[in-house]
């Protein structure tokens, strides 16, 4: 009995106030685990610092915004002078009792009233020279175009009277055509639709522009015994009378379509100008490997009827292996500014 109670009386303090108290062992381990766990976390909180420095920022992408699909503004400019050009020639050619031709690009057609004979001219070339925006807000465009119209003689119209010479006895022959310009107010629609504003008004041909500085020297007669004039005349020759191989005129890596079929039987290459030679193109002294000359080349090209015509090519050529070869043939020669030279390869 004594050794019961003395059990009992060790185990009373343990469990008072229902605690109960875990063995030595135990409360050694929790304690190792918790000393573990505060090491780790002292350890990992400089590791996570650094790593959220170097870390790159998240990037937030914004929503993408719907493109707005208007028509650019060189787009509705050719629309402009395309449909000024169609309205024109109905205008041109409609008369008494033809006014229903124009009613499909003048809403108001039906009030207009022509007192011309019908047929009375006909328009042979138009194209719109200058168009600009006029006031009213986008859509409402100002076309000029030019117009040939040839007045067509009484015995060319269907169902005219064979008209006569005054004095001669001869039939008369139709007058020949004339340039004239028109204004032409032109409106586009919410739908892309287009419509004349108003009947066509007649102006005088625009004024002329400054004559443009190009950006060569003096021209100057080519010398046949030049090697550059040689090559320019071997290649223009199969360029466009098609005599020879052009290709053996070609500088590597260029590559040119000749003109086909060939609109010339002979071709002459009359005078050469060059950009940095005050008075034209410079005699070759020498052939350098690689070096380069921007040439104006004024040719003369002879057709099937022995007609000459005119006419000029800006060329780069250039130096390789002893001899000169085509670089390019430039769209448009070379400005006098040199912020505004243009070039184009032609295809």
Request: no cysteine; hydrophobic share 45%.
């Amino acid at each position: 009995m004594k050794r019961r109670e003395r059990v009992q009386e060790e185990r009373l303090p343990a469990e008072a106030g229902g605690w109960s108290v875990a063995s030595l062992g135990a409360s050694a381990n929790t304690v190792t685990v918790i000393r573990r766990l505060m090491w780790a976390m002292l350890v990992a909180g400089p590791v996570l610092g650094v790593w959220a420095l170097l870390s790159p920022p998240a990037v937030v992408v914004p929503a993408a915004q719907p493109v707005r699909q208007d028509r650019s503004g060189w787009e509705e400019a050719a629309g402009a002078g395309g449909f000024a050009e169609l309205f024109l020639s109905a205008y041109l050619t409609a008369g008494d009792g033809t006014e229903v031709l124009l009613a499909p690009f003048l809403p108001t057609a039906r009030d207009v009233v022509l007192d011309a004979e019908a047929g009375s001219q006909t328009v042979e070339r138009l194209a719109a020279v200058k168009v600009r925006r006029a006031g009213g807000g986008r859509g409402y465009w100002s076309v000029t175009v030019a117009a040939v119209v040839n007045p067509v003689s009484d015995k060319a119209r269907p169902g005219g009277a064979r008209g006569t010479k005054p004095g001669s006895g001869q039939a008369e022959e139709p007058q020949g055509g004339v340039l004239r310009y028109f204004q032409v107010p032109v409106m586009a629609g919410k739908d892309g639709a287009w419509s004349a504003v108003a009947l066509p008004a007649e102006v005088g041909a625009p004024l002329p522009s400054d004559a443009v500085a190009l950006g060569y020297g003096q021209s100057a007669p080519a010398n046949g015994s030049d090697a550059a004039a040689q090559t320019l005349a071997g290649f223009f020759s199969a360029f466009l009378a098609g005599a020879g191989d052009m290709d053996r005129y070609l500088a590597p890596g260029t590559s040119l379509a000749p003109v086909s079929p060939p609109p010339y039987q002979r071709v002459e290459v009359f005078a050469l100008a060059e950009t940095g030679s005050p008075s034209g193109a410079t005699a070759d002294s020498g052939i350098a490997q690689g070096q380069k000359r921007e040439l104006l080349v004024d040719v003369v090209a002879t057709d099937v009827q022995g007609q000459k015509r005119p006419l000029a090519y800006a060329v780069s050529i250039v130096a390789r292996d002893g001899r000169w070869e085509i670089a390019s043939v430039a769209g448009a020669p070379v400005l006098g500014s040199p912020a505004s030279k243009q070039t184009g390869e032609v295809q």
